[in-house]
C-alpha cells in the first residue's frame, strides 16, 4: 500500500479515472449524513451522490443484513434459486406500487433497468402478436442511463453525440418543463396538456402501430435538475398511451424510492405505468440493485406465450444485494421516513427560496420531497444561462467540495439549450440543522 496514495490522474494510479484532470479527495469513511477524506475533512451530503445515498452512510439496517447475508450465502443464480431476499424485496416492492405493478425483474443498477424494461416491453409486444412495435418516444434532453440501448433510448443530444452510430435511432418530443418554455398566453395546465399532445403527434406520425413505448422520468433529474411535470401531464401521457395501445415506461431510477414523498414518483401524478424502472435509493449504496416492476398484463403477455424471458443478467437478484434492498425497504418503514422526506423537503424549499429567491444567479427553485434543484443563470432577470466556458456547474462542483459540501451541479450544452443546475438530494435521515447547514455551505 503506497505511503501517499497516488492523485486522481497521475502517472502512478492505474485508476481509469473518469475525470482525470480533476483533483479528488480520497473518501475514507461514512457517518449519517457525512463522508470523510483520508485528511480527516467532513463533507456534508446534500446529493446522495446521486441521489443514492437515502439512509446515509453509516445505517445498521442494511450493514448488519449484508454481513448476515455474506455469512450466510452470498449468492445463488437466480436460473437454478429463488431465495427470501428476493421474494421478500418483490413483496415490499409491490405493496407499496400504485395501479396493478405486481412483478418485480432484479437488476444490479438503473441503466440494466431502462435496458430490462425496454426488452421486456418489446418481448410482450412480440409474444402478443405485435412485432410491428418496436419504436421507443422518448424526450429531448432526457437521460435513461449510459448502456447502448439506454443511451439510445435517451435524448441527451451531448452525451450521444460519439456513440451515435451504435445507438437505436429515437424520436425524442418536448420535455414539460414550464418555467422554460411556457408561452405567456397558456396556464401551467395548458402548457402541460400542449406538450403532452406532442406525443400523440409523434405516435401518429411515426405509425401508431409501430411504437412500443413511451419513456420518461416522472421528475427530470438526471439532466434538467428536479424538475416535477405539471399537473394532468402525465394523465394525459397515459390517456395517448391507451388509446394508441403504446407502453408508458416510467424511469423513477432518481426520483423513486421515496425521494420526492412517496415511495413511487408517479404516485402523486395519478397515474400508473406499465413499467417502472428503479435503482439507486433501491440498495441506497449499501449494495447495487436495481429493477424493473412490471404491470401483471405485461407479465401474463410473456408467460402465456413463449414462457420465459429472454433477457437475463448473471447478478440479476443477486441475494446479498436483495438482502440490503429488503433492509432498507424495512428503514424507510419503521423509522418513518418517507414523513421526514415530506417535512424536511418543505423545510429545505422554504430555506432555498429565502436564501436564493432573489439571488442574481438563480433563475428558478423547483423540486419534490428532498429532490430539489436550482437553476444557476448569469441573470436572473432575464434568465440569460451562463456562457459554457464559464463551467459554472463543474466550478460549483469544485467550490462546495472545497467547502465541505457534496452538491450534483451539471449543466453546459444541452440540444442547444444552455443550462445549469444543482441538484440536492440528501438522506431520508437529514435534520433541520444539517438542512441549514447544507443551504449555508451552498451559499
Ligand atoms: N435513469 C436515470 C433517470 C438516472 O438518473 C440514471 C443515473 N443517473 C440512470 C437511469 C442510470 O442509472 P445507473 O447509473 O445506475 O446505470
Sequence with gaps: KPARPAPVGSAESHVFHRFPKVTMPRAVSGEGVYIVDDGGKRYI?????AAVSCLGHSHPGPIRAVQEQ??????????????????????????????????????????EAVETALKLARQYCVEIGQPQRHRVISRRQSYHGNTLGALGAGGNAWRRATYEPLLAPGTHIAPCYAYRDRRDDETEFEYGQRVADELEQAILQAGPETVMCFLAETVAGATLGAVPAVEGYFRRIREIC???????????????MGRTGTLYACEQEGVAPDLVCIAKGL?????????????????????????FFQHGHTYSGHVTACAAAVAVQRAIREENLLENVRCQGDYLATRLTERFGNHRHVGNIRGRGLFMGLELVADRASKEPFDPSFRVAARLKAAA????????PMGGVLDG???????????????????????????
Design 45 to 49: 451530503d446534500a446529493s446522495g451522490g
Design 70 to 111: 455474506v455469512e450466510r450465502l452470498a449468492f445463488a443464480h437466480t436460473s437454478f434459486f429463488t431465495s427470501d431476499a428476493v421474494e421478500e424485496l418483490a413483496d415490499l416492492l409491490v405493496e407499496g406500487a400504485p395501479g396493478d405493478l405486481d412483478r418485480v425483474y432484479l437488476v444490479s443498477g438503473g441503466s
Design 242 to 256: 391507451d388509446r394508441y395501445g403504446v407502453l408508458l415506461i416510467l424511469d423513477e431510477v432518481m426520483a423513486g
Design 417 to 443: 439549450q444552455r443550462g445549469d443546475h444543482a441538484l440536492l438530494a440528501p438522506p431520508f435521515i437529514v435534520t433541520e440543522n444539517q438542512v441549514d447547514e447544507i443551504v449555508d455551505k451552498l451559499d
Design 401 to 408: 467540495l472545497e467547502h465541505g459540501l457534496i452538491c450534483y
Design 283 to 307: 440498495g441506497a449504496g449499501y449494495q447495487p440493485v436495481g429493477a424493473v416492476v412490471a404491470s401483471r398484463r405485461i407479465y401474463d403477455g410473456i408467460v402465456s406465450g413463449s414462457g
